[in-house]
């Protein structure tokens, strides 16, 4: 059984950084895709960014330039550096991870979420 662990959310104040980190654990040697996800209150959950193991990215056109996806050395480890945060960005965060490259965008291992929150 494939477990995703995050850290690092929190509460952070408008201008602030915060960085997440996920951690694969189980019998999955690799992941080619590992990503980030968000959900906030009221809202579908959305892509913040994904990365290939080849190092091909992507990002939301809301955090372009301010969020940093970035992979371990370990095969099944995701960080989310995040500068200038704003109220908006108050969400879960999820790490998500694939074996394989998505079809139809369909990830198949969640984490649990840790929260994040902006506000003075």
């Known amino acids: 059984q494939e477990q995703l662990v995050e850290s690092g959310g929190g509460l952070v104040q408008p201008g602030g950084s915060l960085r997440l980190s996920c951690v694969g654990s189980?019998?999955?040697?690799?992941?080619?895709?590992m990503g980030w996800y968000r959900q906030a209150p009221g809202k579908q959950r959305e892509l913040v960014a994904d990365?290939?193991?080849?190092?091909?990215?992507r990002y939301a056109d809301a955090v372009k330039g301010r969020f940093t996806i970035s992979r371990g050395n370990a095969k099944k480890t995701v960080y989310l550096q995040m500068n200038s945060l704003k109220p908006e960005d108050t969400a879960v965060y999820y790490c998500?991870?694939?074996?394989?490259?998505?079809?139809?965008?369909?990830?198949?291992?969640w984490g649990q979420g840790t929260q994040v929150t902006v506000s003075s």
């Open positions: 998500t991870g694939n074996e394989w490259a998505l079809k139809n965008n369909e990830w198949d291992y």
């Open positions: 189980g019998s999955i040697f690799s992941f080619y895709v």
């Open positions: 990365m290939t193991s080849g190092g091909t990215t």
